[in-house]
């Protein structure tokens, strides 16, 4: 069965995420520079403009900032069968947002600040999700 | 900051009407719109030589509205590839091009299918290419899940409630009742708010706003021009467009956007008043960017209404109604008059101002409030009579 949700198309910035991804690492980029630690990808650093960047593990560890309940699918067609479904921001602990599905609990159990793991899901050969799940608070 | 106060006027306005499915194209609904406010300024097309439009890729140039009208002589156009965030910039950049010469008498316009033709509720590109590929993968598409992303943070941080959001919703259906050019002039209760069905949670379907087939226009030239045209003229005393640090790739992406429980208008609301040599209290009533109910509470935090997180018990108690101490979106707003991107909203402003705005007149209004935005980047005028 062919996968219908949206895929990334990563790029060469993003491809060493995407990269990460599917080996089982959430990687961020950190200026080598400034020591800055940045997402999404891009080429300069933000905080001090150096384009010297190296790619590191996150902990995967983070909690969640907001997050919404997805109850009419939009398209229908493609999300008809995966409502509800929570979308969230998680900010990690390395002080970075990043959006992601919440899975392993019921929508109504999502609370602000909740602690939450990444846990990868494949959705091609070549590509795989970070989405996150309920931790025990780290 | 914006440095013309007062020497540039709408001297016109115009629209099609609004619907589901016009039937008609981008463009002669543009020409349409722009034709009305040529015509209640009491000028000729001749007269006409600058446009200004902005569009999401679902309209057309500009230079096609002024080739279908027969403009002469046009001496400046230019199409902003933006959101609602742009209505109000556009007729602050018609200002600034006639004071440098560039024109003398611009039209500012919106058109738009936006119900029968290219839907923007309808979700962005699938294919999640750039910035989209960190948002769209996890059913993320639509403004309405962009913008309940923000709600929920404002309700986290404050406690804001559905109710609250509700209030706003019946108020400015309230006020759609009394306008003939309005898609929904059904009285809604709050009890219709809360049972009306959860989209994304938080949001209700009447959190949200219309889709609208139409246009909109205005006619921008010299204040003391426009005192010899046909209408009392609406000043522009003050205005600014920003929205400060990390307004993202593009209108959805917020991932590095501070803090969701505030948008742009904190950020722009400094220099607005400063232009305008004016501050909230001054302000007689404000037609603010609804594409959200809950769009309106950032704003009037924002811009010092009311304190932050205070925007939901700030507009209780009847106090943005139209008989209240700060009417609203007396023409029902973008959710119930009709989503023309937020130009609809200085239309009604300027109706207002002119004293012209039929039964849904709220007596003398002195000064009017219009914003466009709602998330990382906006703009807003103060515009007077
Ligand atoms: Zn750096």
Not at chain 1, 86 to 96: F, K, N, Q, R, S
Not at chain 2, 131 to 137: E, K, L, R, V
Not at chain 2, 197 to 223: H, N, Q, S, W, Y
Not at chain 2, 326 to 337: A, D, I, Q, R
Request: proline fraction near 6%.
């Amino acid at each position: 069965m062919s996968y219908a949700k949206p895929l990334p198309v990563p790029d060469v910035e993003t491809r060493p995420f995407w990269d990460g991804c599917r080996e089982g690492k959430l990687l961020l980029q950190r200026c080598t520079d400034c020591g800055h630690k940045r997402f999404p990808p891009t080429h300069f650093c933000p905080n001090c403009r150096s384009a010297g960047q190296e790619w590191v593990e996150s902990s995967g560890h983070g909690r969640v900032f907001s997050w919404i309940v997805v109850r009419h699918p939009v398209p229908r067609d493609i999300y008809a069968g995966e409502v509800p479904y929570v979308v969230a921001l998680v900010t990690l602990d390395e002080g970075v947002r990043i959006a992601t599905n919440i899975i392993g609990c019921a929508p109504e159990a999502v609370t602000a600040d909740m602690p939450v793991r990444v846990t990868f899901r494949e959705a091609t050969p070549e590509i795989t999700l970070p989405l996150f799940e309920p931790a025990p608070a780290s | 900051m914006y440095s013309l106060r007062d020497k540039y006027a709408i001297a016109g306005i115009g629209c099609t009407a609004f619907s589901k499915n016009s039937g008609r194209t981008v463009r002669s609904l543009a020409s349409e719109a722009s034709l009305a406010a040529i015509n209640d300024a009491g000028l000729k097309v001749a007269d006409v030589d600058g446009f200004v439009s902005f569009n999401f890729n679902d309209s057309v140039p500009a230079i096609s509205v002024a080739t279908e009208i027969g403009v002469p002589d046009v001496r400046y156009a230019n199409d902003f590839l933006s959101g609602g965030n742009a209505a109000n910039m556009i007729v602050l950049t018609a200002a600034a091009v006639i004071e440098a010469g560039l024109a003398e008498t611009v039209v500012c316009y919106r058109a738009m299918n936006g119900r029968s033709g290219f839907r923007l509720g309808g979700g962005r590109d699938l294919s999640a290419h750039g910035i989209t590929q960190f948002t769209a993968p996890f059913g993320w598409i639509t403004y309405p899940q962009a913008m309940a992303m923000w709600c929920r943070r404002h309700m986290i941080e404050y406690g804001t409630t559905a109710e609250q959001l509700g209030e706003i919703a019946v108020t400015f259906r309230g006020n759609a009742v009394d306008n003939p050019r309005a898609m929904q002039r059904e009285p809604i209760t709050l009890d219709d708010y809360m049972a009306s069905r959860m989209i994304v949670d938080p949001f209700r379907m009447l959190d949200i706003c219309l889709e609208t087939d139409g246009a909109c226009a205005v006619v921008v030239t010299k204040a003391e021009r426009a005192r010899d045209l046909r209408h009392k003229p609406v000043y522009i005393a003050g205005g600014a467009y920003g929205g400060g640090p990390n307004q993202g790739e593009d209108l959805f992406d917020a991932l590095r956007w501070p803090d969701h429980s505030h948008n742009y208008a904190k950020y722009i609301a400094d220099d607005l008043w400063r232009s305008a040599g004016m501050g909230p209290a001054d302000i007689d009533m404000a037609q603010i960017y609804d594409c959200f109910t809950y769009s309106v509470l950032m704003q009037l935090e924002g811009l010092g209404f009311c304190k932050e997180g205070e925007g939901g018990s700030f507009i209780g108690g009847g106090r943005i109604a139209r008989d209240g101490p700060l009417p609203l979106n007396t023409h029902g707003g973008l959710l119930s008059e009709g989503y023309i991107h937020g130009l609809n909203h200085v239309l009604e402003a300027v109706q207002q101002l002119r004293g012209d705005a039929g039964p849904r007149q709220v007596p003398g209004v002195e000064t009017c409030l219009t914003t466009a935005g709602a998330m990382t980047c906006g703009s807003a005028m103060v515009l007077r009579s």
